[in-house]
C-alpha cells in the first residue's frame, strides 16, 4: 500500500519542503515507537519520470510506502518489496528501474523492468534503519558495569536492573544508562521494549528473576553468567516462576554467555559478552520475522507473594528478618540472594559461598538460637 503526495507528470521546480517534512515526522515516529522502516532515496533519473533527484519515502516493516519516489506504481510495488528485504537482511541496496534493464546494469546495482507505460529510468537508494536494541542488564556487579560501559559505544539503550538499595549506582555508569531498582520479573520485562537483549549477571543476587524477565520480555538473546551448575539451578528456579517447563527455559538462555577468549577479569569477560551481544543483533535484530521466543505461561507468572525470595526457593512465607546459618549475618528473605531447603524448612543465605558452604555440611551450620535462620 502506498500513501504518496498528489503525483507529477513531470519534474517541478517548486520546493519539497513539505513533503521532506512529511517524511521525516514520520521517521521520528517509527523512531520513538522503535519500529524498523526503510529509506529510500532517488539518486538518478531519466526522463520521463515524475520523480526528482533526491526525492524521498519510507517504508515501514509491513510494506506501505510514504512518500514520494513518482507516481509509477510499478517502481513503488519494487522498491516496498526491496525495502523489507533491506530490513529483512540489515544491508542497504541501491536498485535501477528501468524499461531494458541491461542498458543500466552494472556492478553494485539490482536491475528491475520498468513494466508501466513510462520510458523513464530511476536508481533508488534503499538504507534500512533499524532503532538502537534494547541492552538490559540485570545485576549491579563488575561485569555488568563494564558492559554498560563498553555497550554505551555500540548504540544500544542500555538499562541496568539493581536492587533496592544500590545507592550511588547511577552516578557511576555512562551517561545515557537507565536503572531500573526492582527485582521483580514482570517490572523488569517492563522496564524494556519488546524483544530486548538480555544479560544477567547479578552474580547469584536474583539471576533466576533475570532468566523469568528475559522470558517475559520475549528477549532475542539471554546470556547468564554464571558456571554450569549455577545456570541449571538458576533455570530451574526460573522455570518454577513462570510455571513453565524448564527444558523450555533452558533452549532460551546461553550459558556460559560471551565467545570463548580466555576471559578472566570484569572487563574481558564483558567483551566476550558483547562480542556475542552484536553477533546476535547482526543475525536476528532488526525485524522479529527471524527469531521466535520460547512460548509457554509465562505471562501467567505467580503473583510477587508465591514467587522466590530472590534467586532462592519458592513459597517463602514469612518477611520476618532471618539469620544466615553459616555466617550470621542478618538476611531479608523477600531479598535473600539464595535459600535452601532442609528437613522441611527454608534457609536464607547473604551470598552464594554460604550456599556452597551450607550444601557441603548442612547440619554443622544449624546451631543457631530460636530457628531464626529459617522460616517454615
Given at each position: 500500500?502506498?500513501?504518496?503526495?498528489?503525483?507529477?507528470?513531470?519534474?517541478?521546480?517548486?520546493?519539497?519542503?513539505g513533503r521532506?517534512?512529511?517524511?521525516?515526522?514520520?521517521?521520528r515516529?517509527?523512531?520513538?515507537?522503535?519500529?524498523?522502516?526503510?529509506?529510500?532515496?532517488?539518486?538518478?533519473?531519466?526522463?520521463?519520470?515524475?520523480?526528482?533527484v533526491?526525492?524521498?519515502?519510507?517504508?515501514?516493516?509491513?510494506?506501505?510506502?510514504?512518500?514520494?519516489?513518482?507516481?509509477?506504481?510499478?517502481?513503488?510495488?519494487?522498491?516496498?518489496?526491496?525495502?523489507?528485504?533491506?530490513?529483512?537482511?540489515?544491508?542497504?541496496?541501491?536498485?535501477?528501474?528501468?524499461?531494458?534493464?541491461?542498458?543500466?546494469?552494472?556492478?553494485?546495482?539490482?536491475?528491475?523492468?520498468?513494466?508501466?507505460h513510462?520510458?523513464?529510468?530511476?536508481?533508488?537508494?534503499?538504507?534500512?534503519?533499524?532503532?538502537a536494541?534494547?541492552?538490559?542488564?540485570?545485576?549491579?556487579?563488575?561485569?555488568?558495569?563494564?558492559?554498560?560501559?563498553?555497550?554505551?559505544?555500540?548504540?544500544?539503550?542500555?538499562?541496568?536492573?539493581?536492587?533496592?538499595?544500590?545507592?550511588?549506582?547511577?552516578?557511576?555508569?555512562?551517561?545515557?544508562?537507565?536503572?531500573?531498582?526492582?527485582?521483580?520479573?514482570?517490572?523488569?520485562?517492563?522496564?524494556?521494549?519488546?524483544?530486548?537483549?538480555?544479560?544477567?549477571?547479578?552474580?547469584?543476587?536474583?539471576d533466576?528473576?533475570?532468566?523469568a524477565?528475559?522470558?517475559?520480555?520475549?528477549?532475542?538473546?539471554?546470556?547468564?553468567?554464571?558456571?554450569?551448575?549455577?545456570?541449571?539451578?538458576?533455570?530451574?528456579?526460573?522455570?518454577?516462576?513462570?510455571?513453565c517447563?524448564?527444558?523450555?527455559?533452558?533452549?532460551?538462555?546461553?550459558?556460559?554467555?560471551?565467545?570463548?577468549?580466555?576471559?578472566?577479569?570484569?572487563?574481558?569477560i564483558?567483551?566476550?559478552?558483547?562480542?556475542?551481544?552484536?553477533?546476535?543483533?547482526?543475525?536476528?535484530?532488526?525485524?522479529?520475522?527471524?527469531?521466535?521466543?520460547?512460548?509457554?505461561?509465562?505471562?501467567?507468572?505467580?503473583?510477587?507473594?508465591e514467587?522466590?525470595?530472590?534467586?532462592?526457593?519458592?513459597?517463602?512465607?514469612?518477611?520476618?528478618?532471618?539469620?544466615?546459618?553459616?555466617?550470621g549475618?542478618?538476611?531479608?528473605?523477600?531479598?535473600?540472594?539464595?535459600?535452601?531447603?532442609?528437613?522441611?524448612r527454608?534457609?536464607?543465605?547473604?551470598?552464594?559461598?554460604?550456599?556452597?558452604?551450607?550444601?557441603?555440611?548442612?547440619?554443622?551450620?544449624?546451631?543457631?538460637?530460636?530457628?531464626?535462620?529459617?522460616?517454615?
Amino acid at each position: 500500500m502506498t500513501h504518496d503526495t498528489t503525483p507529477r507528470d513531470e519534474p517541478s521546480d517548486e520546493s519539497d519542503d513539505g513533503r521532506t517534512a512529511d517524511v521525516e515526522t514520520l521517521e521520528r515516529r517509527l523512531t520513538n515507537r522503535r519500529e524498523p522502516y526503510a529509506r529510500a532515496t532517488i539518486v538518478r533519473r531519466e526522463p520521463p519520470v515524475s520523480a526528482n533527484v533526491g526525492d524521498r519515502a519510507v517504508i515501514t516493516a509491513d510494506g506501505e510506502l510514504h512518500g514520494w519516489i513518482g507516481g509509477v506504481s510499478c517502481a513503488q510495488s519494487v522498491v516496498s518489496a526491496e525495502a523489507q528485504a533491506a530490513l529483512e537482511r540489515g544491508e542497504p541496496r541501491l536498485l535501477g528501474i528501468a524499461p531494458d534493464p541491461d542498458r543500466i546494469d552494472r556492478a553494485g546495482l539490482e536491475t528491475f523492468p520498468m513494466r508501466c507505460h513510462s520510458e523513464g529510468v530511476l536508481e533508488v537508494f534503499v538504507e534500512p534503519v533499524n532503532t538502537a536494541p534494547d541492552l538490559l542488564i540485570v545485576g549491579d556487579s563488575p561485569v555488568s558495569r563494564s558492559l554498560a560501559r563498553l555497550a554505551g559505544e555500540l548504540t544500544f539503550d542500555v538499562t541496568i536492573v539493581a536492587a533496592d538499595g544500590d545507592e550511588g549506582l547511577e552516578g557511576n555508569l555512562p551517561a545515557g544508562t537507565a536503572v531500573r531498582f526492582s527485582t521483580d520479573p514482570d517490572a523488569i520485562a517492563d522496564a524494556v521494549d519488546g524483544e530486548p537483549i538480555v544479560v544477567v549477571a547479578s552474580m547469584g543476587g536474583f539471576d533466576a528473576r533475570g532468566v523469568a524477565a528475559a522470558v517475559l520480555a520475549d528477549a532475542l538473546y539471554v546470556g547468564l553468567v554464571a558456571s554450569g551448575t549455577r545456570a541449571t539451578e538458576v533455570i530451574e528456579r526460573a522455570a518454577s516462576l513462570l510455571e513453565c517447563d524448564p527444558t523450555t527455559v533452558r533452549e532460551v538462555v546461553t550459558n556460559p554467555a560471551g565467545v570463548d577468549v580466555s576471559a578472566y577479569t570484569p572487563a574481558e569477560i564483558a567483551a566476550s559478552v558483547l562480542a556475542e551481544v552484536v553477533d546476535v543483533r547482526a543475525t536476528v535484530g532488526g525485524t522479529s520475522g527471524n527469531y521466535t521466543p520460547p512460548t509457554c505461561d509465562a505471562h501467567d507468572a505467580p503473583e510477587e507473594s508465591e514467587r522466590e525470595g530472590s534467586d532462592g526457593v519458592a513459597d517463602v512465607s514469612s518477611h520476618d528478618p532471618a539469620v544466615d546459618p553459616v555466617c550470621g549475618a542478618t538476611v531479608d528473605p523477600a531479598d535473600a540472594p539464595a535459600s535452601r531447603e532442609h528437613d522441611g524448612r527454608t534457609y536464607h543465605f547473604c551470598c552464594p559461598g554460604c550456599v556452597d558452604s551450607f550444601d557441603s555440611d548442612p547440619e554443622s551450620h544449624l546451631d543457631v538460637p530460636n530457628g531464626a535462620a529459617s522460616t517454615p
